[in-house]
């Protein structure tokens, strides 16, 4: 058996046509069904609904031999056990730095302020900002970024952003472009090596579907 773990939404509906193409339907609507237990047509291959932030730990720990996650939580998860092999290049966006419209961003940073700044997205966020060599206090949240520069919470987000509808609605502009994101398969290392046939055969699959659409 062949378990695929995959998150509701935006995900689960852009990998549907890869998994097609791979010759995969999946049998029930993740919309309609309160089953987290998918089965395809396929009877040795099944699909596992988890959160998005889920879909690395339970590759890692072989929950699921394949998952398919957001380059985003894949950093904030970590690499360890978990095989990259391919860049499925669907639910793209941008991580970015944004502030409520007014704040002066460019000006606190030139002058050395040390900035509030308020994500899901620590690691990205630390990282990015200790290269710009800019001090900053972490607040990490669950959700709901825009509101922490609405409140007073924070000076500045950092999040994902796509057509940058959600930040405009609320009052918000992005000042920085921190990194481009996709979606990735990731394979668990030791299920690969165990199901090396039926997994290569899916991986490969995904390759070729992703070719016919570049
Ligand atoms: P938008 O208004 O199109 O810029 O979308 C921004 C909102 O959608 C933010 O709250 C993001 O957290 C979420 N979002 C956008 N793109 C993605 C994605 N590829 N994966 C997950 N969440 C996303």
Redesign the pocket.
Known sequence: MITLALSK???FDETLPLLQAAGIEVLDDPEKTRKLILATNQPDVRVVLVR?TDVPTYVQYGGADLGIT?L?TLIEHGNEGLYQPLDLRI???RVSVAVREGYDYAAAVRQGARLRVATKYVAIARDFFAAKGVHVDLIKLYGS??LAPLTGLADAIV???????????NQLVEVERIMD???RLVVNQAALKLKREPMRQIIDAFGKALEATA
Not at 159 to 169: E, P, Q, R, Y
């Open positions: 939404g935006r995900i998005a957001g985003d639910a793209k966006c970024m825009e999040d994902l952003v796509s057509t940058g509808n959600t930040l405009k609605a994101i996709s979606s």
